[in-house]
């Protein structure tokens, strides 16, 4: 066989067996979700969607994108923050629960403040038995070093929670106890089966109360 039969031969079976063979067809590659940085990401890797949809869930919804964003609000990481979105309403009531929080977060931080540098004492925060939203990886450009001397620090701790004791002493005593409750996390339930209870509209009634304390206080 002259070399020109064996190249015709080997020719044939190659086009013999590419005729034999079916080859899968390529998966087509699918558009991936973007960041707003424009990195790729997964809804499904999201840190943030297993928090949210656990407070889905204790809130009574289905753990769906609609429902996640509106759990993603700071107040609802605890009892008194679903009381508020459940029963705060009206055409400003995003602005009304933003005042609320705000309230309950700056008397919350001057307790825990002064209770940790005078009195050396820790507490459970309120909503520390629901999970958190774990944070972006952020440069946070406000955050500044406190250069206070320890002494200043431990006196103004005094003076920011004794001002907060002055606004108290305006409510009715269930009142301040109930806040109390929800600051510390403890005593009654304020939500139970996906709605507040009588605790929970108390505590939002001296929530309330307080906040117009500290507005006409400050006024």
Not at 24 to 38: D, L, N, Y
Not at 134 to 139: I, L, Q
Not at 148 to 165: I, L, S
Request: proline content about 5%; some cysteine.
């Amino acid at each position: 066989m002259s070399k020109t039969d064996r190249m015709k031969k080997r020719e044939r079976a190659k086009a013999d067996w590419q005729a034999s063979v079916k080859l899968a067809p390529a998966p087509k590659r699918t558009q991936q979700p973007r960041s707003r940085e424009g990195r790729f990401s997964r809804e499904s890797d999201d840190p943030q969607r297993g928090a949210l949809n656990a407070r889905c869930i204790r809130f009574g919804l289905d753990p769906v994108a609609r429902n996640r964003e509106i759990v993603a609000s700071p107040w609802m990481c605890c009892d008194l923050g679903f009381v508020m979105e459940a029963r705060v309403s009206g055409r400003d009531h995003m602005q009304q629960k933003a005042r609320l929080w705000d309230v309950f977060s700056r008397w919350t931080r001057a307790e825990a403040t002064y209770r940790a540098r005078y009195l050396g004492q820790g507490e459970q925060p309120a909503g520390a038995a629901l999970q958190t939203i774990p944070d972006r990886m952020e440069t946070d450009q406000s955050a500044t070093v406190d250069i206070r001397a320890p002494e200043e620090r431990d006196r103004d701790a005094v003076t920011g929670w004794m001002r907060w004791q002055g606004f108290l002493g305006h409510l009715p005593r269930d009142g301040s106890a109930i806040l109390h409750n929800a600051r510390r996390d403890d005593g009654p339930a304020l939500w139970r089966d996906g709605a507040p209870t009588s605790a929970g509209l108390v505590a939002l009634a001296a929530l309330r109360d307080l906040a117009d304390v500290t507005e006409r206080q400050r006024a």
